[in-house]
């Protein structure tokens, strides 16, 4: 029996490459893009958040320079269409275990949070929403509502005002990000 070969098997090789050059760009594509869905494998909720949280800047100078900056994410958990948003932050603050109270204000506006979590499964997660370099920074887990997710959508600026009690007595910290032409919170709060 002969078989029907396509010249020298070029075609073949060439739709073996572009299939390759497909997959490798969607196996790097969710963190690149400003919003990504993923199924947390655990717990079987669907999570919609940013390709990378954004960074959050202290305003005064801090001795070690790894906490000199914070994270800021907004997320979303699906569990067969009850949907429930949050919002994550990373901060280097002490103690880690039981931080300090975090005030989060859009455009110099307060929201009204309620009590953090501080560990995934306030969310109903069994890892964090987001991976980030400084694991040790502590967490906090707020649940927002849909009118909250649309004034950080609209955000210009954000700042979280955290005061810890050190032995030197109360320290206030202060982070801040300039969303300016970053459009990754509207496109979370569109999504």
């Not at 919003?35 to 959050?56: K, M, N, Y």
């Not at 309620?114 to 499964?121: I, L, V």
């Not at 370099?133 to 950080?152: E, G, H």
Request: include cysteine; proline fraction near 9%.
């Amino acid at each position: 029996m002969t078989s029907k070969r396509d010249g020298d098997g070029r075609c073949s090789a060439r739709a073996l490459e572009w299939l390759v050059a497909v997959l490798a760009g969607c196996a790097a594509l969710p963190d690149d893009a400003p919003v990504v869905d993923h199924l947390d494998e655990q717990t079987g909720l669907t999570i919609a958040r940013l390709g990378h949280p954004l960074e959050l800047y202290v305003e005064a100078p801090r001795a070690d320079p790894a906490s000199r900056f914070g994270f800021f994410g907004p997320f979303e958990t699906n569990q067969m269409g009850q949907r429930q948003p949050y919002l994550w932050l990373a901060l280097p603050v002490e103690p880690v275990a039981d931080p300090p109270k975090a005030t989060v204000t859009v455009n110099g506006v307060p929201l009204a949070l309620t009590e953090a979590g501080h560990a995934p499964g306030f969310a109903g997660l069994a890892t964090p929403p987001y991976k980030i370099s400084t694991p040790w920074f502590a967490t906090y887990y707020f649940r927002i509502d849909a009118a909250m997710v649309q004034t950080i959508g609209q955000a210009n600026e954000i700042a979280v005002l955290v005061t810890e009690d050190t032995r030197n007595g109360p320290v206030e910290s202060r982070f801040t990000l300039k969303v300016a032409e970053d459009s990754r919170l509207r496109e979370f709060a569109a999504h």
